[in-house]
């Protein structure tokens, strides 16, 4: 259970270790700041239903209350020890987790831990504006929820810092309080945490694409051999998961209004689509091809000895790991990558250690097109002959093998030119943006009422009615 009578609520026996407590507390009023300054927009005072975490067990850990955002319990819970857990891969695969960080190893943990750890107020940061336009009170209480679950993430990784990384690591967890997302001079780590999310369709594009590689990166170091990353990633999921359901269901109720729109008023046309003050389907592929190009970079090269290296010393594992059935070691072993050479697109095998990246990149792909297809499913019920696709891999790509080339969303390699040409066909353009904007030009947060752009949700939060009252502005 969870300690909640403590300055800090936490599973982790904090106040065994006084001086860590002590460091931890100075940190706390330097996060309160931060939250002032930067969490969602002018929401102090309000009160929000959240759920709070009550215990780390997969069965009934939260609790809902109306909570100002502020007084909201943020605190470290891992999931709890198994003290026959081992080290399930690389070189040290067989021998007992480790339960402090191995000294050789400690910058690169350092960086792993700092790097997931920026994500998660850069994500605060990008979305703090938009409770001013949320489309009904359900929605708004959803994005106050994913923001002060991140809050809690950024507490998860700053725990480590603190607790393993001695003076090194709270100068770590002071700096993922100074950098902002999109600062010129100070910016968040990753390229997809400095975009803008100036609207909702951005919002539930990207808890539904970026929330999702967050999901398969926590994956990856749920498998560590650092066994307190490993537990702490496990309790982050169960969390990130409500995240990804907000994505998903936020995008996939757009489609719907928009497919009822359509059929009703009998129109195809986008510009008759938006005259309806709905969001046209084009524009919401652009806004897919979008994220999920961003989202890409973020796993990294196709190929890299630094992915390896995670791999090999045991620091950061496959998706799903302890599931696969090989050697967990991959010495002899290769992964499939491919590459632009000589204009065309061709896939060589390359040693499967140094493709890991581009494995998870895989893996996260496979789900994302399930995700898409579920989205499709809603179209084709409609009866609207319109079909969003994931482009390809390589469109739109800043980091990797298809960094630098002109790569259409069928897979064409082009030149700069004809890419440019079509840019604005195949990325949302100013119009689209100038357009949703204007949807979203106030909020609505009359119990049970929805903006005219998005559907209702099938259900609301906690078996609530969807006309229950799940802010309060004071
Ligand atoms: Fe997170
Ligand atoms: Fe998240």
Redesign the pocket.
Known sequence: MINYTEKIPNNVDLGRDRVLQRALEHWQPAYMGWWYDMGPNESHNYEVYLRTAISVEPDGWAQFDYVKMPEYRWGIFLQPRDEKREVNFGIHKGQPAWQEVPGEYRSTLRRVIVTQGDT?PA?VEQQRMLGASCPSMYDLRNIFQ?NV??GR?LWAMVYLLHRYFGRDGREEAESLLARRSGDADNPRILGAFNEPTPDWLAFYMF?FF??RD??FQLCALAESGFDPLARTCRF?LT??A???FVGETGVSRIIQRTCEVMKENKVQDPSDVRALGVIDLPTIQRYLNFHYSVTLDLYGSDVSSNAANYYTSGLKGRFRETKLEDDHVLRDTEYPVSEVVGGKIVTKNAPALTALNERLRDDYIDEIADGVGRWQRVIANAGVPFWLTLPHKGFHRAIGNFAGHFISPDGEVLGEEAWKNHKFEWLPNPKDHAYVQSLMSGRVVEPGKFANWIAPPARGINNQPLNFEYVRFN
């Open positions: 998660e994500s994913v679950e991140e993430h808890t970026t929330d967050g999901k982050m969390e990130e409500h995240h990804m």
